[in-house]
């Protein structure tokens, strides 16, 4: 029983960590294309 508690615990945490960790390396990338990340979209202006 425990198990299945913690699997439901960590699993949305794991995700979340996820979706910050890909979104800083997005920004990352777009802004060593000389862009700028807005609305998760990278603009080169």
Do not use: K, Y
């Not at 699997?7 to 862009?35: H, K, M, Q, Y």
């Amino acid at each position: 029983m425990f198990g299945l508690i913690r699997l439901a615990i960590l699993l949305p945490l794991a995700f979340v960590l996820g979706l910050f960790f890909e979104r800083s390396n997005a920004a990352t990338l777009c802004a060593d294309a000389g862009g700028t990340l807005r609305d998760g979209v990278c603009w080169n202006e």
